[in-house]
Structures are given as structure tokens and as C-alpha cells.
């Protein structure tokens, strides 16, 4: 009986999973293209106890646990929301300071016909060791260099806005039949919402910092590259340009027609004696 009047109470739930009074606080832009700011913790925790009467069979226990799950959701979107957006505004502060030091645009290689060619991303381990063989076997290296993005062909450079810049899209609240209908569901309500913010807040913050060390590795990768390029430890990648005139026909026709590719990507080179020193 017991587990009947739990999942009678589920699929209840379910049901009214599209039915709420409450408001969605749906991202929205101003006049510029820029987000505007998500519900704050203060809003969210406005709530107005309904009064309504709970069907007598409701279980309290399961009632309150829904009550739980919902609020915690619902304050850990809302946190997520609100520090992203207050990533943003610090970011948009710093936009002329980021855009000088994550410059993409000069570590571009020229290609012909105007395009460009975005160098690989070069990874750099240092002190690495392997252990194998269940620990009967070592090898340890000073230095280890990984190609782990290689060369392509680009129209733009990268900008550090697509990897720092996020949105967190709307914000729908809880099914009405999960907002609280006394004083005590009230404070449950506040207490488990506060305790989601908090959670939303720091996922905010762990998410910007994964997108921040995404960033850095791939600028600094192209960088890396250009390093050992110079000193003759990596090779630059190829590439081939055929010209093949007029092409096309019928409906379009395309003149002066090049096509550009990479025929050779870059290399590490094993040969330290071609090495040159880097300069200072």
C-alpha cells in the first residue's frame, strides 16, 4: 500500500511537472545584445504560501522530500544563472585588457589567396615518468611535448569571448504543487533553496575556471609551437595551393577557383642535433 501511494504521488507529480503558477525568468537581452540580470536570491525566496489543503492520503515525508528536490534544483540553476552573469559583467570590464593579452590573431600563420592558418596547440609535460610492466619497468623524461590540436586552415582567429563568455538560459520553476502551503514547508523551502544557490555558485565558478585553463592551454600551446619552431624542434605544417581556373557551370560558376590544403602537418623533431638554442 505503502509504495502505491508513493507512485500514485509520483505520477501526480509528473502531471503537474507543466503546470505552475510561477513566473520563468527567461534570459533576456537589452538593446546592445547584452544578457540582462537572472532573479536574484532575494526573489527567488518571495514565495507566498498557498494555503491550499493536501489531499489527505499525501504522504508528508514524501511531500517534503519533493519540496527538497525542488528548491535545491531550482536555487542551484538560479546560483549558476546569477554568477554567471556576474562573470560577464567582470569579463566585459576587462575586455580591452583580455583582448591584448589573448591576442589569437597574431600567432596565425599567412597562407595564400588570404586565408590563414591556425598553428597547432603544443602541449609541455615536465619531470614525466611511466611506470609499467605491473612496476618492473620505469622511464622518466626531463620533458615531454604533445601535438594535440594540429594545424587548420581558418577564416578568423579565435577569441577568448567563445571560450569565457557562457549563458545560462531560462530559469523554470518548480511544478505550483511543490511550493510550500505552511509556515513550516516555507522555511524547508528557503532552507534547501539557499543550501542549491550556494551549490549553483560554486558550479559557476568551477565551470569558468575549466573554460579559463581551456584557454590558457590552447593560447599558450600556440605559442609553445611558435617557441620550438624557432628552434628548429618542431617542423611548420605544408601546404599546397592548386590553381584550377574556371570551374562550375550550369548555375554557378566559380573564376580564379584555388583550392588550399595541408599536406604535411607539423612534425616533432627527434634530431636534437638540428636543434638551434633559443634565443634570448
Same mark, same amino acid.
Given at each position: 500500500?505503502?509504495?502505491a501511494?508513493?507512485?500514485?504521488? =509520483?505520477?501526480?507529480i ?14 533576456? /537581452? ?7 540580470q537572472?532573479? @536574484? ?6 514565495v507566498?504560501i498557498?494555503? #491550499? ?11 517534503m522530500?519533493?519540496?527538497r528536490?525542488?528548491?535545491l534544483? /531550482?536555487?542551484?540553476r538560479?546560483? *549558476? ?5 556576474? $562573470?560577464?559583467? @567582470?569579463? #566585459? *570590464?576587462?575586455?580591452? /585588457?583580455? %583582448? ?19 598553428? &597547432? !596547440?603544443?602541449?609541455?609535460?615536465? +619531470?614525466?615518468m ?5 612496476g618492473?619497468?620505469?622511464?622518466? =623524461? ?7 590540436? %594540429?594545424?587548420?586552415? !581558418?577564416?578568423? &582567429? ?8 557562457? +549563458?545560462?538560459?531560462? $530559469? +523554470? ?7 510550500? @502551503? ?8 528557503i +532552507?534547501?533553496? #539557499?543550501?542549491?544557490? %550556494?551549490?549553483? !555558485?560554486?558550479?559557476?565558478?568551477? $565551470? ?11 593560447f599558450?600551446?600556440?605559442?609553445? /609551437? ?7 624542434? !618542431?617542423?611548420?605544417?605544408? @601546404?599546397?595551393?592548386? %590553381? ?7 548555375k ?6 584555388? =583550392?588550399?590544403q595541408i599536406?604535411?602537418?607539423?612534425q *616533432? ?8 638554442? =633559443?634565443?634570448?
Amino acid at each position: 500500500m505503502a509504495f502505491a501511494r508513493t507512485f500514485r504521488l =509520483a505520477l501526480s507529480i509528473a502531471a503537474l511537472m507543466f503546470f505552475t503558477g510561477a513566473p520563468v525568468f527567461a534570459q533576456s /537581452y537589452d538593446a546592445n545584445g547584452n544578457p540582462e540580470q537572472p532573479p @536574484t536570491l532575494e526573489e527567488l525566496m518571495n514565495v507566498q504560501i498557498s494555503g #491550499k489543503e493536501r489531499p489527505k492520503e499525501e504522504n508528508q515525508e514524501i511531500r517534503m522530500e519533493g519540496i527538497r528536490e525542488a528548491a535545491l534544483s /531550482y536555487g542551484a540553476r538560479a546560483g *549558476l544563472a546569477s554568477r554567471t552573469f556576474e $562573470i560577464r559583467q @567582470t569579463l #566585459k *570590464l576587462q575586455e580591452a /585588457y583580455l %583582448d591584448r593579452i589573448y591576442d589569437f590573431k597574431r600567432l596565425l600563420i599567412p597562407a595564400p589567396s588570404g586565408l590563414l592558418i591556425e598553428p &597547432p !596547440v603544443i602541449a609541455e609535460s615536465e +619531470d614525466a615518468m611511466i611506470i609499467e610492466d605491473q612496476g618492473q619497468t620505469a622511464a622518466v =623524461a626531463d620533458r615531454i611535448y604533445n601535438i594535440n590540436v %594540429d594545424a587548420k586552415i !581558418v577564416a578568423a &582567429p579565435r577569441n577568448w569571448r567563445a571560450y569565457l563568455e557562457r +549563458d545560462w538560459g531560462d $530559469i +523554470d520553476p518548480p511544478p505550483s504543487v511543490l511550493y510550500p @502551503t505552511t509556515d513550516e514547508e516555507k522555511q524547508f523551502w528557503i +532552507d534547501a533553496l #539557499k543550501k542549491g544557490w %550556494d551549490e549553483g !555558485v560554486e558550479q559557476a565558478e568551477e $565551470i569558468f575556471q575549466a573554460d579559463l585553463d581551456r584557454l590558457n592551454s590552447d593560447f599558450n600551446g600556440m605559442i609553445r /609551437y611558435r617557441m620550438l619552431l624557432a628552434q628548429g624542434i !618542431v617542423s611548420p605544417p605544408y @601546404t599546397l595551393q592548386t %590553381d584550377r581556373g574556371v570551374t562550375g557551370g550550369g548555375k554557378e560558376m566559380r573564376v580564379g577557383d584555388r =583550392a588550399l590544403q595541408i599536406t604535411g602537418p607539423s612534425q *616533432l623533431q627527434t634530431d636534437s642535433n638540428q636543434w638551434r638554442p =633559443a634565443s634570448r
